[in-house]
């Protein structure tokens, strides 16, 4: 079983920048595409970025592509969300997502994809 858990969002006014940090557990980072979605109130779970097992390959939705950056560090099993020039409209709850894979360069894009979830962080942006 893998276990995520999100860190760092908050209140950013905007403009501002947040980056958010996915902790996974166990030695299972190796094998396992990353991504993140994001559910504001009222919104279906939508898509954010993801990023391949191997870093080698990312995705980004077209909202956040230019403002947002998605990385990894497979030696400490974390993956990373930096958003840049927030808007209100980024305001939601982010979750972090994996899904194992024998595909090194493949990203997902589809919540139904992913296998395990984090409890997910609330990001808000005031104008």
């Known amino acids: 079983q893998v276990q995520l858990v999100e860190s760092g969002g908050g209140l950013v006014q905007a403009g501002g920048s947040l980056r958010l940090s996915c902790a996974a557990s166990g030695r299972i980072f190796s094998g396992v595409a990353m991504g993140w979605f994001r559910q504001a109130p009222g919104k279906a779970r939508a898509f954010v970025a993801a990023i391949s097992w191997s870093g080698g390959n990312t995705y980004y939705a077209d909202s956040v592509k230019g403002r947002f950056t998605i990385s990894r560090d497979n030696a400490k099993n974390t993956q990373y969300l930096q958003m840049n020039s927030l808007k209100p409209e980024d305001t939601a709850v982010y979750y972090c997502?994996?899904?194992?894979?024998?595909?090194?360069?493949?990203?997902?894009?589809?919540?139904?994809?992913?296998?395990?979830w984090g409890q997910g962080t609330q990001v808000t942006v005031s104008s």
């Open positions: 997502a994996a899904k194992r894979t024998a595909q090194p360069m493949r990203v997902y894009s589809g919540p139904y994809d992913y296998d395990y």
